[in-house]
């Protein structure tokens, strides 16, 4: 019967929220019709504040520095000018969801008509009083563009009064007309310029002239057409005398400029003085050593056995140092339950005082946590001890022992997370054992997304959900995580061919740059040459920069979307800007967040709590201790 009462509950909430949904859209449709009335309607409420001059899709010039070479330069926006500005939204449904990508005040600034480019663009531009490009606009319809101008005019944006050509942005100057062709072709008809033969001219053309705004055409004032006219007989000995400097203009470069000036060329040809550089490089070290890359040595050394069981044995004897460290967790709880169970007894027999049954309680709770402490510690230390010493004694090889140090570490991590969190939950169940503390299901703090609704302490001690918690990429342990909704496989298949390209640059840049030039620094470093120890260690950056930089993407963000992937591992913000840091402590917070998010989780609490927050221990210094631990297999 309940389930019956609460199928039809659940059918009448899905057909109310469709109903709420058709009413959104045909509210959405009745909006889009309303601001899209090119000036002919305007919203509701302020008119002045909603008023729409124009609105409609035009392509907005995209200058970036080497976006030309791979990407169009011209993208299509949603526009509008209303009210003294101008905005554009990425399309007509953005209007309606997100803020604009773009807006300026039209105020005080000017538009220059450039005429048509590509033989496809109608191009013109929005700039300040000093001549800076605002935005760079154009449409493929000649009519349409002189509509916008208008709509530009009557939104506070003036016509440009001056008349120096600039040289267009994408640099295509034989598509670019002479200034008296410019002016026929905004205020003329469209076929009117095709019927004049364009072609490239020289800046001269363009001096002194002038653009009509529409005010001045409705008063009857002369095009420069008319007065091009006037002047045929004069020859053409008058151009000598036509100014050339018309207003006052700062340097490209200059203080007040080169903040807000387009400097993208600049950004470009460092790119190409860079890939010139590196090609140099390149060159240099083939000549010099040829080809010392052969990625199946690599392969061959994965696949190959060792020959060294004790270093074999250590992988299932981590897997036995977790599944102990599950045991203890299990076996605290285990006395919890029982203390809580006594306490409970006591207090219904009401033998004894409230502070009595206190006293006693604390008394066992306080033995049960010293037994669960020794324990951990001893089962811990072991997981890092053992296979440290194992490849100490029996002198293992690189590349299985970098492995299993690896391994090593997360998996100390992982375990110092899972025992401090069941830690603080038997701490709380000892103040109320029925109420919802955070992390756990209901409690209000709970992930979302999560697959489950009943994960409390201790149901979470099991082994399914412990090796889930082993094999996600995370460092820090709770009762439920956010998961994705589905498995994309072609999506995993994608990342994993990355990632095997990923391990073999990091493999090309040791074999090839990185081996030799340390080879060859032995000799200096026994001599004591410093300076040539310096030419080695400068030359040595370069590429340990680009290995780092490959063993940064392949780990963080291939190998851990790889786990996450298979897992459905929901968070996957495993780094942030780190390359846009201004100080080291800010860098160590940003580049690996699964280190961060432990250290500020257990480590940081109990430091502020002990001798090392009195000494203003912080999180940086924190964080630089755990990626020092985590980046130590990586020296080696």
């Known amino acids: 019967m309940l389930l019956k009462q609460a199928y039809h509950k659940l059918r009448d909430d899905g057909q109310a929220d469709q109903q709420v949904i058709q009413d959104l859209e045909e509210e959405n449709q009745r909006l889009r019709k309303m601001i899209a009335a090119h000036g002919e309607g305007s919203m509701p409420g302020n008119s002045a504040m909603w008023s729409v001059a124009k609105s409609g899709y035009l392509n907005k010039y995209r200058p970036r520095a080497t976006s030309s070479l791979w990407a169009n330069t011209w993208e299509p926006r949603y526009v509008i000018v209303r009210s003294g500005s101008l905005m554009y939204y990425k399309n007509e449904r953005d209007v309606y969801r997100y803020p604009p990508r773009g807006q300026l005040s039209l105020r005080g600034t000017f538009v220059d008509v450039e005429g048509l480019k590509r033989r496809k663009y109608w191009t013109f531009r929005v700039m300040d009083g000093l001549g800076v490009d605002l935005v760079r606009l154009s449409t493929e319809s000649h009519s349409e563009m002189t509509a916008w101008l208008d709509a530009l005019e009557d939104s506070g944006c003036s016509r440009k009064q001056y008349g120096e050509k600039q040289a267009s942005a994408d640099g295509e100057a034989d598509d670019v007309v002479s200034g008296s062709l410019r002016r026929s072709a905004v ?42 006219t006037k002047m045929k ?215 979302l997304a999560v697959e489950t609704d009943d994960m409390v302490y201790p149901a979470n001690l099991s082994l399914t959900q412990f090796s889930y918690f082993l094999v996600a990429p995370t460092l820090c342990y709770q009762l439920s995580y956010p998961r994705s909704p589905r498995f994309r496989v072609r999506w995993l298949m994608r990342r994993i061919v990355m990632l095997s390209a990923g391990l073999g640059m990091m493999l090309f840049f040791f074999e090839q740059y990185i081996e030799p030039t340390i080879d060859n620094s032995m000799k200096p470093l026994q001599e004591m040459d410093w300076l040539v120890v310096i030419e080695r260690v400068l030359k040595l950056s370069i590429p340990t920069l680009y290995f780092w930089l490959a063993m940064f993407y392949s780990l963080f963000e291939l190998w851990l979307n790889v786990l996450a992937e298979i897992t459905r591992f929901g968070d996957r913000e495993f780094y ?39 000494l203003g221990a912080d999180v940086a210094g924190a964080s630089d201790v755990g990626h020092r631990a985590i980046e130590a297999p990586l020296s080696e």
Not at 222 to 227: G, R, V
Not at 300 to 320: E, F, H, K, Y
């Open 576 to 614: 942030k800007e780190w390359w846009n840091a201004t100080t080291l402590g800010e860098y160590w917070r940003l580049w690996n967040m699964p280190v961060h998010k432990w250290m500020l989780r257990h480590v940081c609490p109990v430091a502020h709590a002990s001798w090392l927050g009195l």
């Open 187 to 228: 205020h003329g008809s469209e076929g009117d310029f095709q019927r004049i033969q364009s072609g490239y001219t020289s800046d001269q053309s363009d001096m002194g002239t002038t653009v009509t705004s529409r005010a001045q055409r409705s008063k009857g004032g002369q095009t420069s057409k008319q007065k091009d």
């Open 233 to 447: 007989g004069l020859g053409t000995g008058y151009d000598g005398c036509v100014p050339v400097h018309m207003h006052p203009k700062f340097s490209l470069l200059s203080s007040e400029r080169i903040r807000v000036s387009d400097q993208s060329g600049m950004v470009t040809l460092m790119f190409i003085i860079l890939a010139a550089a590196n090609f140099r490089l390149i060159l240099e070290n083939m000549i010099k050593y040829g080809i010392r890359f052969n990625p199946f040595t690599f392969i061959r050394a994965i696949v190959t056995p060792s020959g060294n069981i004790s270093l074999l044995l250590c992988w299932p004897a981590l897997g036995m140092f977790a599944g102990i460290g599950l045991v203890i967790e299990q076996l605290a709880a285990a006395m919890l339950r029982r203390d809580l169970m006594k306490r409970m007894g006591e207090e219904k027999k009401e033998v004894m005082s409230s502070d009595e049954i206190s006293k006693r309680f604390n008394k066992r709770r306080k033995f049960a946590e010293g037994v669960t402490f020794l324990l951990n510690l001893i089962n811990t230390s072991l997981v890092l001890l053992v296979p440290f010493h194992i490849i100490t004694v029996t002198m293992a090889e690189p590349l299985p022992s970098f492995g299993l140090t690896m391994m090593t570490t997360v998996l100390w991590f992982k375990l110092v997370s899972f025992i401090h969190v069941n830690w603080s939950l038997r701490q709380l169940k000892c103040i109320d054992p029925r109420r919802r503390w955070p992390g756990e299901s209901l409690s209000g703090s709970e992930p």
